[in-house]
């Protein structure tokens, strides 16, 4: 069974610049997760889908960060404009229905650097 | 608001010696409670979930973790540690409102095997 894949897997900006970063989860699941890891901190949830219905986006900066899941399979996060602050690395995540016992599959990340 | 505490930023082991990694939560209600393990350049992978009865978890690598709710505390123990657990480890907290799945991640804590 394939993973969760991220792409793309580094990505260097400036601040000020928009920058997007695309996810396809695990076939069949209906649940994706966005998370943020910034360095020497655990993953911090950004927005939930649910086939691709917005679930909780409570911790997404949304003047600056936007999201959509297309069809309900693959996903884009991005981020317009970049700050200094938003190095970090996103994480993916899926599962098959978001139901509480459900574990979540991540992705290997994309590792972010604003100059 | 739930939370999770991970006391231990790093932890040095030699090969072949036992490991205890350390997991405080703070949760309202009945916590789910997960352990996740980080390599470098990768996703997290799960090792290890609680959802409710035996308290002693059995996870994957010969992991296994002890929910101790007088304690507030989910530790993570492994009898032998094998030079490839050279990790970082992540507790997690998970938070269900309708179909919001939020896991809260602690801090995270570094494995650094010996030879």
């Known amino acids: 069974e394939a993973g969760v894949a991220q792409s793309p897997r580094y990505k260097i900006i400036e601040k000020r610049q928009s920058v997007a970063f695309w996810c396809n989860p695990i076939s069949g699941h209906a649940t994706l997760y966005w998370y943020q890891q910034i360095l020497g901190q655990g993953p911090k949830l950004l927005i939930q889908?649910?086939?691709?219905?917005?679930?909780?986006d409570s911790q997404l900066p949304k003047d600056r960060f936007s999201a959509e899941r297309l069809k309900g399979v693959d996903s884009t996060l991005k981020i317009q404009p970049a700050k200094l602050e938003d190095s970090a690395v996103y994480l993916c995540?899926?599962?098959?229905?978001?139901?509480?016992?459900?574990?979540?599959?991540f992705g290997p990340g994309t590792r972010l650097t604003v100059l | 608001a739930q939370s999770v505490t991970q006391p231990d930023i790093h932890i040095t082991v030699s090969e072949g010696a036992s490991l205890e990694l350390r997991c405080n939560y703070s949760?309202?209600?009945?916590?789910?409670l997960f352990w996740y393990v980080q390599s470098p350049g990768q996703g997290l992978q799960l090792l290890l979930k609680y959802f409710s009865g035996d308290t002693l978890v059995q996870g994957i690598k010969g992991f296994e973790a002890e929910f101790k709710r007088s304690q507030s505390s989910f530790n993570l123990r492994k009898p032998s540690v094998h030079w490839s657990d050279a990790a970082e480890y992540f507790c997690?907290?998970?938070?269900?409102?309708?179909?919001?799945?939020?896991?809260?991640f602690g801090s995270g804590t570094q494995l650094t095997v010996l030879p």
């Open positions: 889908f649910q086939n691709n219905g917005v679930v909780d």
């Open positions: 995540a899926s599962s098959p229905r978001g139901g509480r016992t459900d574990t979540q599959y």
């Open positions: 997690a907290v998970g938070a269900f409102s309708g179909s919001a799945r939020q896991l809260t």
């Open positions: 949760y309202g209600a009945t916590p789910y």
